[in-house]
């Protein structure tokens, strides 16, 4: 029983319930506010019990739970405090693999001489989280990851479960079907149809039936309804910086095209950025020369940014304030770094036009990925590369 899966209860709200005395034991709804189309990013366990979960439309939970404080995230804080979190947890174990900016499995394999045993790890980070954050941390203890999140959802809040091979038997097969991780809202309509409601009845049901629903997952997720997953634990290798320059076809000093081409930059950054779930603090451009000279510029800001918009503005800002006067420039690049996980990742949850839009092209251009999709004074550069 080495692996843990951490878990922060409500995350968002229980951080402003901690700084604000005022909001202890109030159904408290962190995301859009009432009036716009987002959604709801967190709610407080006392919200929970109107109805109101995560994901929601605002405008449902409005109607649900009208009494409820809606407040706006503060994202910058959230990240703060979820740093201090991981720095706990990175204490017991390197193995640590993030989930998103308040969960993480913890192997603890190689611990145990040092911290004592799995259950005394675990009861040892919730009372430091509790002590020293000042928020409770749900965790679950089993053999594999998908155990080992089940036990940290059964448990919450303020949980601590160990999932034995005695619950793997008698407990696991009563469990809904929507338990196992994966089993999105969909599938799980289209399971109850046909008269899988348990675990059991997925296991019971022949595989050829289960194949026209769950397709090339069956294998998959009929390995995880026996309590089986070999996946490990895997500390993220991800990216330190997301960059994209371009040696131009010829030397220019023309400021609309350079213009022009750090939008084009701009974009194809702020893309990667968003498809990989990811936001910098740290813009550089980067301008070298027709004599082979190179000239680095960086801004640092408060707040980690992913739109196209924001990262050209601040680009084109330091382009302002370099003299190329009488000079040529061969390449351009603008480089991300200071790199965070985007921890907004409902998409409507600012309800800002600007991230539609950017979300928008990025989807159309999913789906289409031969179609010109770009600012129409692009399109004269699209043979750069
Ligand atoms: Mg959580």
């Known amino acids: 029983m080495d692996i843990l899966h951490c878990d922060l209860d409500a995350f968002y709200a229980s951080v402003e319930q901690r700084d604000n005395p005022d909001l202890r034991g109030k159904p408290v709804i962190i995301g859009a506010l009432p009036g716009s189309r987002g959604v709801v990013a967190t709610c407080s366990y006392e919200a929970r019990k109107y109805g109101v979960h995560s994901a929601m439309p605002v405008s449902t939970a409005f109607k649900l739970c009208p009494e409820g404080i809606f407040i706006k995230p503060n994202i910058p804080k959230y990240i703060a405090v979820s740093e201090k979190v991981f720095s706990i947890l990175e204490e017991y174990t390197p193995l640590i693999e993030k989930i998103s900016v308040d969960e993480a499995f913890l192997n603890v394999e190689g ?138 076809p010829i030397d220019i000093n023309n400021m609309e095209e350079i213009n022009k081409i750090l939008l084009r930059l701009s974009i194809k950054v702020g893309e990667r950025l968003r498809g990989e779930k990811l936001q910098a603090k740290t813009i550089t451009l980067k301008l070298r020369f027709s004599d082979f000279t190179t000239l680095n510029r960086s801004q640092t800001l408060d707040e980690p940014v992913d739109k196209n918009l924001v990262i050209f503005e601040i680009a084109h800002s330091l382009l302002k304030k370099i003299n190329i006067k009488g000079k040529k420039i061969r390449l351009i690049g603008i480089k991300t770094s200071n790199l965070v996980g985007n921890i907004a990742e409902q998409p409507n949850l600012f309800d800002f036009k600007a991230d539609n839009l950017d979300q928008t092209v990025d989807e159309l251009k999913a789906r289409f990925p031969s179609a010109k999709i770009m600012p129409a004074s692009l399109l004269k550069y699209d043979n750069i590369k």
């Open 111 to 248: 611990c145990h001489t040092l911290f004592g045993s799995s259950l005394e790890i675990a009861l040892e980070i919730k009372k430091r989280v509790k002590e020293e954050i000042g928020l409770t941390i749900s965790i679950g203890i089993a053999d594999n990851k998908f155990l080992a999140k089940l036990a940290s959802s059964l448990s919450k809040p303020d949980g601590l479960l160990m999932f034995t091979p005695d619950m793997v038997q008698k407990l696991l097969p009563t469990l809904p079907v929507q338990k196992i991780w994966g089993i999105g809202p969909n599938t799980v309509k289209s399971l109850n149809n046909i008269g899988i409601y348990t675990i059991e009845d997925l296991l019971k049901t022949e595989k050829n039936i289960l194949n026209r629903i769950l397709g090339s997952n069956t294998d998959f997720i009929l390995q995880l309804a026996e309590g089986k997953d070999t996946r490990p634990v895997e500390p993220y290798q991800g990216a330190k910086s997301v960059s994209q320059e371009i040696t131009l």
